[in-house]
């Protein structure tokens, strides 16, 4: 029997590329991977062709270059990189890309890397929380959540994939451990005593294949991902004893963290008061055994500490 393609948008990035090495690594021989990025020649894409991938190139602007590479494809794994440029118009535009490039491709299962839209929580009008470029309280949650539509009504078969928190925050994206005016280090999050879903970004990928081997029978759905649940104390103990320092845990409040003035803080403060705002709700749409039962391997916290402790920068 042909191996089923899976063709992996964001190949080179954390989600995708997660994907293409859990498609890789599988031993059933049932999955081939088309790994997409703009720059096949990068050192990243290189890699990939090295370990068995095929690497193709598009770009979420271009509909006609994800058309043609999607072609031929069962599967394809759509993922958007808001933090790339900061504009959720954008994120919407290549999701819309996207869509239309899967339906054209006739692919007969699409994963969508998704977030809640807040604003159906939390209206524009509700001023518990700033509204942001006129039309969004979380922009980075929003256009993903706006844009699930645009698989809907292109008729895609679609399993909508809710992501969580990355740890490897702490250590590519500035929110690491920092020292304060007293010395200490600290962890520092508006999350007060709140629980913060959260996953090794390797293990998306990992859970997003589990999708595609289960068939069909997510589609349709909105399903959601996590590792672990621990709370902003949880985590400062964790760090304390795999860094073998003490990390205190610092619960600003959200007003506070948008203050922080770097870009995207606004975005990112509003995006944790939503998660303790509405704690519960968000939890429960990440359940942990479901996220297991997609990917055995799944890492705890603890788990991806211990993998990656080394490369948290304390500052």
Same mark, same amino acid.
């Given at each position: 029997?042909?191996?089923?393609?899976?063709?992996?948008?964001?190949?080179? %990035?954390?989600?995708?590329?997660? &994907?293409?090495?859990?498609?890789?690594?599988?031993?059933?021989?049932? +999955?081939? $991977?088309?790994?997409?990025?703009?720059?096949?020649?990068?050192?990243?894409?290189?890699? &990939?062709?090295?370990?068995?991938?095929? $690497? !193709?190139?598009?770009?979420?602007?271009?509909?006609?270059?994800?058309?043609?590479?999607?072609?031929?494809?069962?599967?394809? +794994?759509? !993922?958007?990189?808001?933090?790339?440029? +900061?504009?959720?118009?954008?994120?919407?535009?290549?999701?819309?890309?996207?869509?239309?490039?899967a339906k054209?491709?006739?692919?007969? /299962?699409?994963?969508?890397?998704?977030?809640?839209? @807040?604003?159906?929580?939390?209206?524009?009008? #509700?001023?518990?929380?700033? @509204?942001?470029?006129?039309?969004?309280?979380?922009? /980075?949650?929003?256009?993903?959540?706006?844009? #699930?539509?645009?698989?809907?009504?292109?008729? $895609?078969? @679609?399993?909508? &994939?809710?992501?969580?928190?990355?740890?490897d925050?702490?250590?590519?994206f %500035?929110?690491?451990p920092?020292?304060?005016? #007293?010395?200490?280090?600290?962890?520092?999050?508006?999350?007060a005593?709140?629980?913060l879903?959260?996953?090794?970004?390797?293990?998306?990928?990992?859970?997003a294949?589990? !999708?595609?081997?289960?068939? #069909?029978?997510?589609?349709?759905?909105t399903?959601?991902?996590?590792?672990?649940?621990?709370?902003?104390?949880?985590?400062?103990?964790?760090?304390?004893?795999?860094?073998?320092?003490?990390?205190?845990?610092?619960? $600003?409040?959200?007003?506070?963290?948008?203050?922080?003035?770097?870009? %995207?803080?606004?975005?990112?403060?509003?995006?944790?008061?939503?998660?303790?705002?509405?704690?519960?709700?968000?939890?429960?749409?990440?359940?942990?055994?479901?996220?297991?039962?997609?990917?055995?391997?799944?890492?705890?916290f603890?788990?991806? &500490?211990?993998?990656?402790?080394?490369?948290i920068?304390?500052e």
């Amino acid at each position: 029997m042909a191996k089923k393609l899976i063709a992996v948008v964001g190949s080179t %990035g954390a989600q995708g590329g997660g &994907l293409v090495r859990a498609i890789l690594a599988d031993k059933s021989g049932e +999955f081939a $991977v088309r790994a997409i990025t703009r720059k096949p020649d990068s050192d990243k894409g290189r890699e &990939l062709a090295k370990l068995g991938a095929e $690497v !193709v190139a598009a770009d979420l602007d271009d509909q006609a270059s994800l058309e043609k590479a999607f072609a031929g494809a069962h599967g394809v +794994f759509c !993922v958007t990189n808001f933090w790339e440029h +900061f504009s959720a118009e954008k994120e919407l535009s290549q999701a819309q890309n996207l869509a239309k490039a899967a339906k054209a491709a006739g692919v007969k /299962h699409a994963i969508w890397s998704t977030l809640e839209d @807040t604003r159906k929580r939390v209206p524009l009008s #509700d001023d518990r929380m700033p @509204t942001l470029k006129d039309k969004y309280k979380v922009p /980075h949650f929003d256009a993903k959540g706006e844009a #699930d539509a645009y698989f809907t009504a292109a008729g $895609v078969p @679609t399993t909508f &994939l809710l992501t969580a928190f990355y740890w490897d925050n702490f250590v590519a994206f %500035g929110m690491g451990p920092k020292k304060g005016a #007293d010395g200490k280090l600290a962890l520092v999050l508006p999350m007060a005593d709140k629980k913060l879903p959260g996953i090794d970004a390797e293990d998306i990928g990992k859970c997003a294949f589990g !999708v595609f081997k289960a068939g #069909d029978k997510y589609i349709g759905k909105t399903i959601g991902i996590a590792g672990e649940h621990p709370t902003g104390a949880e985590m400062a103990t964790g760090m304390s004893r795999a860094l073998e320092k003490e990390i205190v845990y610092s619960a $600003v409040p959200a007003a506070v963290y948008r203050s922080f003035g770097f870009p %995207g803080a606004d975005d990112l403060g509003n995006m944790f008061q939503y998660k303790a705002d509405f704690n519960p709700e968000y939890c429960a749409a990440r359940d942990l055994a479901f996220s297991r039962s997609l990917n055995p391997e799944l890492l705890n916290f603890a788990g991806w &500490l211990a993998k990656n402790k080394a490369r948290i920068p304390l500052e």
